[in-house]
């Protein structure tokens, strides 16, 4: 589903490479999580597949479904199928959480050449999705994550990943700022997404969210590259002996 | 300090400047046909004299730095098109209950408009009460306006009072079961539109106050809202014109102990408009909002928007706050002069003040002047301003969800201007104005 290729990437605005050769690959279906210490580029690399300005890629490739990713404009990604749930959501006041989510919902569809949404089907669908993620009715119709708590805004973002419906999710860092609970509840919510045709890259520091997410596969990142990958137990290793030993083996 | 010595270029005064003002009010005046008035009599030739000591602005006036009174002080309004001033959208608040008052080029149109009978309130046209010499209104016309000329003059306001043709006097005694709507529009493509009204609020009633459309191709409307003890007025202007209109407007409100006013202004389009709002608290614990939506675009030539407010604290425990949001675009240019003035003893005031730009490209600008002057020592004023772009970060998360990128400048632009809009305490009306904007800002997002 999604394959990276020797990527590699620049700052746009100074010379400072930050992701060196990385390659990847996500079957459909699977889940990868990426490791690794603070600057190894894995919040660069979210935001480079989803296509966010400030970035220059000076080599290599990344595509989903055979699609050419690099080339798209960020809203054409995410009609592609390609969502990321952002380590720091973005408040936006003055715009409803309701009206907002149903306008991507459309124009994803509309840009797929699919029917719209009615705004009774989609109330009906986002009010369901909404209990399932123990998120308040009232919630829905306050301007986007102003208020919200650190666990509220990471279930509005499940919740919006569980109304656009995306092939490939990347979650930047989902774990950062969450107590126990909101965690499990953020889990739970990724659990219940998962299916034979959508594949998950998750981005974290810590093991203790793959102890309530399974990944298929664990990837080390260092430098900006992957310097190992390997089963769930890669990351018990990591919580374990920290990623000193693991970089100094793979040199 | 260093001893330097400072050669200093001497200005020559110009001689000749005072007789060219001198001529420029007198063919201004020339062109307008100053009634005589009947009980308005003595405060139009008070007001004339008042113009006549004060003169019009110049370039040089500090009031005016940031907005050339050219325009306004020329003798004649230039012709503008006659194209559909509501826009594609159609007249706002259309389907609202409300009683109409139908201006046409500044004049009272008694056929267009709606039985001026209503519980609650007293209303008749400037034109009609004015043949007679007693009027209730007869103590309020010119008064807000000529106490507002100190400490700042305000030229065409006097202007407005001796010249004003037509308006609208309204006495609200109760609680008017629908909101009064102004609505303005044009016959003549090169009308010269002044006109004056007078809202007194008597103690504890209230009415919403509306004004839509376009009066002429230059326009010069004054407002003298005086409110009683514990009235509430709210006024909401929604003023999308053509490209070409010129436009001036004055509000000048009084508003007594526990009495609440609210201003609230949406300004689309025009070449030149200043709005000047001119506040006094002269009774404690009351409320005073004013504030501004205004959207420019230069595409169609100049657009320059001024706000310059004036709030005078002479009461203990008042409430002010301004919140004025401008978008600007094309090479459009914003201007927002925003002074509290804090009396001696006007102790617990509470007066806050924001005015913010976002600019949608590199060529427009935002040219802001708060001011603060405070002679109470225990007192709370707050004053902030910013001028900014689109915000990267919520445009990068907006389309990261497949919302397009006109259509994630549109949110932007609507979240940037949601303080001002709630300002508009009724529910409904923001509503519109709110759909209203959306609609304007869809149709521009791409231009």
């Known amino acids: ?251 | 300090m260093a001893d330097v010595a400072v050669k200093t270029k001497e200005v020559t005064p110009q001689v000749s400047g005072a007789p060219k003002a001198e001529d420029a009010l007198q063919a201004r005046l020339a062109a307008l046909d100053l009634p005589a008035g009947g009980f308005t009599a003595a405060a139009r030739r008070d007001a004339l004299a008042r113009l006549r000591a004060m003169g019009l602005p110049g370039p040089r006036d500090e009031y005016w730095r940031y907005t050339d009174p050219a325009t306004f002080s020329a003798a004649k309004a230039g012709a503008i098109g006659m194209e559909a001033d509501e826009g594609p959208d159609g007249p706002l608040f259309d389907d609202l209950d409300r009683l109409k008052i139908v201006f046409v080029d500044g004049i009272f149109d008694a056929d267009a408009s709606d039985d001026l009978a209503l519980d609650g309130i007293e209303i008749a046209s400037l034109s009609q009460a004015d043949g007679s010499g007693e009027h209730w209104a007869a103590d309020l016309y010119g008064s807000l306006e000529s106490a507002g000329q100190k400490p700042v003059a305000r030229p065409f306001a006097a202007l407005n009072t001796a010249a004003a043709k037509d308006g609208v006097l309204i006495r609200v005694t109760g609680r008017p079961s629908r909101p009064i709507h102004l609505i303005y529009r044009r016959r003549d493509e090169a009308a010269d539109a002044t006109w004056h009204h007078l809202v007194r609020v008597e103690a504890g009633a209230e009415a919403t106050l509306l004004e839509t459309g376009m009066a002429g191709a230059r326009t010069n409307g004054v407002i003298e809202a005086d409110l009683a003890r514990g009235a509430r007025l709210h006024h909401v202007a929604a003023r999308r014109v053509g490209h070409e209109a010129v436009g001036l407007s004055h509000i000048f409100a009084r508003v007594a102990a526990e009495a609440q006013f609210k201003s609230f202004t949406l300004s689309v389009n025009g070449t030149l408009m200043r709005h000047e709002g001119v506040i006094e608290f002269v009774g404690d614990d009351a409320v005073a909002h004013i504030a501004a939506a205004v959207l420019g675009d230069g595409k169609s030539g100049r657009f320059h928007h001024d706000d310059t407010i004036f709030i005078t604290h002479g009461a203990e425990r008042c409430e002010s706050r301004q919140v004025f949001k401008k978008v600007l675009k094309n090479g459009a240019v914003g201007v927002f002069q925003g002074k509290i003035l804090v009396r001696p003893g006007a102790q617990k005031t509470d007066g806050y003040q924001i005015s913010q730009a976002l600019l949608l490209d590199e060529r427009s600008q935002f040219l802001a002047k708060p001011e603060l002057e405070i002679y109470a020592d225990d007192v709370v004023c707050s004053h902030g301003s910013t001028t900014g772009a689109i915000d990267e970060e919520a445009m990068f998360y907006l389309r990261s969800r497949g919302v397009p990128k006109d259509r994630a400048i549109v949110f932007l632009v609507l979240s940037f201007l949601a303080d001002a809009l709630q300002e508009v305490e009724d529910d409904g009306l923001r509503g519109q104005i709110n759909d209203r904007l959306e609609a304007w800002l869809t149709r521009h997002a791409t231009q």
Do not use: W
Request: charged residues 25%; hydrophobic residues 40%.
């Open chain 1, 1 to 251: 589903m999604l394959k990276i290729d020797n990527l590699h990437v620049k700052l746009e605005e100074e010379d400072k490479q930050i992701l060196k050769g990385l390659s990847l690959e996500v079957p459909a279906g699977q889940v990868h999580a990426i490791m690794g210490p603070n600057g190894s580029g894995k919040s660069t690399l979210s935001y480079v597949l989803s296509g966010r300005d400030g970035y220059e890629v000076t080599d290599g490739s990344a595509s989903l479904d055979g699609a050419d990713l690099l080339d798209m404009e960020p809203e054409e990604r995410a009609a592609a199928g390609l969502f990321l749930a952002f380590q720091y959501p973005v408040e936006i006041p003055g715009v409803g959480n309701m009206t907002f989510l149903r306008t991507a919902v459309n124009a994803q569809r509309k840009a797929r050449g699919e029917e719209e949404m009615t705004s009774g089907e989609f109330l009906k669908a986002i009010r369901e999705k909404a209990r399932e993620l123990q998120i308040d009715a009232e919630m829905l119709k306050r301007p986007v994550n102003v208020g919200f708590s650190g666990g509220e805004k990471k279930r509005n973002e499940i919740l919006q990943m569980a109304m656009l419906a995306p092939r490939m999710c990347i979650m930047d860092e989902t774990d950062s700022g969450l107590d126990v609970d909101a965690m499990r509840l953020v889990a739970d919510g990724v659990n219940a997404l998962r299916s034979p045709d959508r594949s998950f890259l998750v981005i974290t520091h810590y093991q203790r969210l793959l102890n309530h997410i399974q990944p298929d596969m664990v990837h080390i990142m260092s430098k900006g590259r992957i310097v190992k990958s390997g089963g769930p137990d890669l990351a018990l290793q990591v919580e374990e002996d920290g990623y000193g030993d693991l970089l100094a083996e793979a040199g």
